[in-house]
């Protein structure tokens, strides 16, 4: 990961404007915003590829186990087991097909803001 010294030269190497063209729809960040910034990204790229790495890890773990309830150690020590939840759910497209006219009734759009 880049320090804040070495992106702060390249910071002030590439933001000597006079003018700011993006002034009234963008927010202009400073030197250690960009660098939080920056940061920030990586990171989320990080997670992104441990998450990938994990969810490969418990596939295999969970390939092993099969059906079973547990996984244990050659010592006995539990690892790793199934816990079994149940839940509710509302099947929306059954409800749509059979109740259009109430379904239409109740659905709602709203325009969220996702950082990225």
């Known amino acids: 990961?880049?320090?804040?010294?070495?992106y702060k030269a390249e910071f002030e190497a590439r933001n000597n404007l006079d003018f700011n063209p993006f002034e009234h729809t963008?927010?202009?960040?400073?030197?250690?915003?960009?660098?939080?910034?920056k940061e920030y990204v990586q990171l989320k790229n990080t997670i992104k590829e441990?998450?990938?790495?994990?969810?490969?890890?418990?596939?295999?773990?969970?390939d092993y186990m099969g059906e079973?309830?547990?996984?244990?150690?050659?010592?006995?020590t539990h690892l790793?087991?199934?816990?079994?939840?149940?839940r509710k759910s509302f099947d929306e497209e059954t409800f749509k097909k059979e109740m259009p006219r109430l379904h239409a009734k109740y659905l709602t759009i709203k325009e969220i803001r996702r950082f990225l």
Request: hydrophobic share 30%.
């Open 1 to 6: 990961m880049q320090t804040y010294e070495t």
């Open 50 to 62: 441990l998450t990938k790495k994990a969810n490969s890890l418990k596939t295999k773990l969970k």
């Open 26 to 37: 963008h927010a202009v960040a400073s030197e250690i915003v960009a660098y939080y910034s």
């Open 80 to 86: 790793h087991y199934y816990k079994h939840e149940q």
């Open 68 to 76: 079973k309830e547990e996984m244990v150690d050659t010592s006995g």
